[in-house]
């Protein structure tokens, strides 16, 4: 595994300071920040630069949460490429969120608006224009990031020469989006959830633990689940059988991972990311895949991954017909992989072998890196 | 669809009268009742006697609740056998649970025991014992109830000759332990629920309401909730990108059922009986499937469904094996349907063509129903 890297530089940009951003929804953001992150140092035409979009719980630092896919000599080489990561619009890790002040000082709260994955990109487009970037020669994402590159695609269709979305279709299944809005649900119903106005408070911890565990269920296939914990007893030594609350190892694996979870996520950020992953649809929102597939102009890689439930590869496969079909240049590859969903994290030799093929061209153009590293 | 059926007899037996009934967990339950509803009337040596067993919300009314597959002229046809259904032990429809006195006079609540599907069906066989049955001639349900049934064969193989376990295998897969003990957590969660003893304020309600949402999903396959709901708006007219908790169709579909589910099972019941689901397992409670099947003296049929995934036909089909290899009599079959682990419920006559020729050795040696009707 490549050892950490550590930023070039990182930045907090002021978006649309007059007059805000204006959202899908109708309602206008005021003065938004993006936090920044690169790696290397962006060429004057961005030719050089990758944008990586996150999934619902990353952050604009991305070698730190996509180790052995970003780095060094990695499928994304920050030593040969400008690599660039945004906390996205509704983040919690520096980009204006449910948890940032409004205008009258206070938490937003209950007060976020709804986001839409669109308005995620436009904001990133936004940021890297302040920063002098109008053009990019890559995005690349899973999850919701693979959807974030796919409106890339599609709303900045002159801005990227390439998007790669892994794990993303052109919409959650109702299944998926059944888990995700009862995940949202649980949280909710957490009495310190306060209808989101709990920044003065304790935070709804316990709903956020329940929505976490509802994600790593879908984050994993059952087969992963039945090699690395079959039906054995919590390694801590507790018998399931024992009482109601005594646990498979399963059951201690998601606990953990909840409480994990709910030191380092804020569940307002949670909700407004889930929702905008919900709502993503490109029939919905460019009346079908094929229209928006004829907005396409970059050449355009969808990955299924083999064993992925919350977005199973016949969706992936389906949305790659379906923009293809409306003229893009478009690409489908299938990650054989046993782990499920989060095979894009979890198998970087992997995915970077299914990938690098893909990638070469931005290499191509590249003769060596001319960024200053850190 | 036939009309629904009144019971001929119903009658709370009461069991273990003296001592009580010794669970695998070491507790003695005193004095527990049994719920039990007769559709015909047993011969005195068990002959026509087809026991029903019933799924986590099911009930000792097996005819209100699998209309189409029991009832006259159905496949477990109550003109011609004596049907019989029992409330779990645990449940809420008349047999003892956690919301029944405790020899203090108070509900059990916290203080009610882990349960088994062993102890649900010794309890079963005593609740029979007590009014005269010996030995049935069949005992059939689907997926909790498709476990007793198996629990049947390997516990009592001398007592009944043909056992039909449906969308059941020998022990929940992690992943279906992950989502079932998720929704166990968020009942725990809610703040009504004062863990367990909540009988004297109001239920748990919207921890009960996240559990049903969770199994309604684990209930439907991905295809029929695509047909079924797709990515349309809610039916009452919410455009889902409206605000954070508007909604698509799936989620006021299981909203809906949330609200329904809370009305009629009581929290505890769904706790008790989800867990001892979690913990059947053939592998642990006999050393191994194959020494559960070298028990069996029953016919033993068991049925996948084909696009279930809380039991995947795969799983099933293991346990059959292995059964087998054991020594039982078992087949294999396997319903082809796209509406998911439901589908025992939802597509009676699909089910009932399945097992026709399964069930006609019950039939075979009736010459007619010789029990009276109410």
Redesign the interface.
């Known amino acids: 595994m490549p050892e950490e890297l550590a930023p070039t530089r990182e930045v907090d940009v002021r978006i649309a300071p007059n007059g805000g951003l204006a959202l899908?929804?109708g309602e206008i953001l005021p003065a938004a920040v993006q936090r920044v992150t690169f790696y290397g140092t962006p060429r004057g035409d961005g030719s050089n630069v990758v944008l990586v979009t996150h999934a619902l719980t990353g952050s604009s630092r991305v070698a730190e949460w996509w180790p052995g896919v970003v780095g060094r000599g990695c499928l994304i080489d920050t030593d040969r490429l400008c690599v660039v990561g945004i906390n996205a619009l509704g983040g919690c890790y520096g980009s204006t969120g449910p948890a940032s002040p409004a205008a009258d000082g206070r938490p937003y709260g209950s007060r976020f608006p709804?986001l839409?994955v669109r308005d995620l990109v436009r904001a990133q487009r936004l940021a890297l224009r302040a920063l002098g970037i109008e053009r990019i020669a890559a995005v690349i994402g899973g999850s919701l990031g693979g959807m974030q590159a796919l409106a890339w695609g599609v709303e900045s269709p002159e801005a990227v020469d390439l998007v790669v979305a892994i794990g993303a279709s052109g919409?959650?299944?109702?299944?998926s989006?059944?888990?995700s809005?009862?995940a949202?649900?649980?949280i909710?119903?957490?009495?310190n959830f306060k209808g989101?106005d709990y920044y003065d408070g304790e935070p709804p911890a316990?709903?956020l633990?329940?929505a976490r565990?509802?994600g790593?269920?879908t984050y994993?296939s059952?087969r992963l689940?039945?090699e690395?914990?079959?039906?054995r007893s919590d390694r801590k030594g507790e018998e399931?059988?024992?009482?109601?609350?005594a646990?498979?190892?399963?059951?201690g694996y998601?606990?953990h991972q909840g409480e994990i979870f709910v030191r380092r996520i804020d569940a307002n950020t949670h909700?407004?990311l889930s929702?905008a992953m919900?709502?993503f649809?490109l029939?919905?929102d460019y009346g079908s895949a094929e229209t928006a597939g004829a907005r396409m102009l970059a050449r355009t890689v969808l990955v299924g991954i083999g064993s992925d439930?919350l977005f199973?590869p016949t969706q992936v496969h389906q949305t790659w017909r379906r923009l293809r079909d409306g003229g893009a240049d478009a690409a489908y590859l299938e990650m054989a992989s046993d782990h499920g969903h989060d095979a894009f994290l979890a198998e970087p030799e992997s995915l970077s072998r299914l990938l690098a093929p893909m990638l070469a061209p931005l290499y191509a153009r590249e003769r060596r890196a001319d960024g200053a590293l850190a």
């Open positions: 899908d929804g709804v839409t919409a959650l299944t109702p299944l989006v059944g888990v809005s009862t949202r649900a649980a909710a119903n957490d009495p989101g316990a709903g633990d329940i565990r509802l790593m269920l994993k059952e689940l039945l690395r914990f079959g039906r399931p059988q024992a009482g109601l609350w646990r498979f190892d399963v059951e998601l606990a909700l407004v929702k919900e709502l649809d029939d919905r439930w199973p």
